[in-house]
């Protein structure tokens, strides 16, 4: 079955940068789109990036654009998000999220998140 | 910041039925699809409808979608005490060139 393993959370200072993975079983993860989706503590869900299967396109939300950076290494079958200059807002959990573009199915199975706390 | 719009609570006794509204604009579901997530309480999300009323298989046909114009509705029919959740419904936004999602209803069974 599919399964999203998302890993690389933990506390973190403004302004420094993490890399949070996603790994992925289950499916032919390189010929699915893949995403990020984060949820701040008693917040509702944000989309924030992206990725489609053959790496041609990435898009982002607004306020994440400029800082964050999605990436995927299909030999591995592993997304990655790269985050820059990290801020007090960007504290969250983070889940990845598969898209089956065939199928018409955006985020159509998610992994349990991790969590990411930015605080000095 | 959201840009669809959700009424922040709905409720209703077992049996009920119940309707979530999702407001956007023509950047976004005036001109896509719309799709709807049930959140359990301490889960991640899940799929329930999409584009705009369809189910994906597991999905009880109790839960439906419509769409018309730029606004959106879910509607839980024999409302069951394990459909108390959070729902947000989203779509693509052509103008951000990204997906958006709705601020979130809680459904409360009384």
């Known amino acids: 079955q599919v399964q999203l393993v998302e890993s690389g959370g933990g506390v973190v200072q403004p302004g420094r940068s993490l890399r949070l993975s996603c790994a992925a079983s289950g499916f032919s993860f390189s010929l699915y789109g893949m995403h990020w989706v984060r949820q701040a503590p008693g917040k509702g869900l944000e989309w924030v990036a992206v990725i489609w299967d053959d790496v041609s396109n990435k898009y982002y939300g607004d306020s994440v654009k400029g800082r964050f950076t999605i990436s995927r290494d299909n030999s591995k079958n592993t997304l990655y998000l790269h985050m820059n200059s990290l801020r007090a807002e960007d504290t969250a959990v983070y889940y990845c999220?598969?898209?089956?573009?065939?199928?018409?199915?955006?985020?159509?199975?998610w992994g349990q998140g991790t969590l990411v706390t930015v605080s000095s | 910041q959201s840009v669809l719009t959700q009424p922040p609570s709905a409720s209703g006794t077992p049996g009920q039925r119940v309707t979530i509204s999702c407001s956007g604009s023509?950047?976004?579901?005036?001109?896509?699809?719309v799709y709807w997530f049930q959140q359990l309480p301490g889960t991640a999300p899940k799929l329930l409808i999409y584009r705009n009323d369809q189910r994906p298989s597991g999905v009880p046909d109790r839960f439906s979608g419509s769409k018309s114009g730029t606004s959106a509705s879910l509607a839980i029919s024999g409302l069951r005490s394990e459909d108390e959740a959070d729902y947000y419904c989203a779509a693509w936004d052509e103008s951000l060139n990204s997906y958006v999602f709705g601020t979130g209803t809680v459904v409360t069974v009384l």
């Open positions: 999220a598969r898209e089956d573009a065939m199928a018409g199915t955006p985020l159509d199975n």
């Open positions: 023509s950047s976004n579901i005036g001109r896509n699809y």
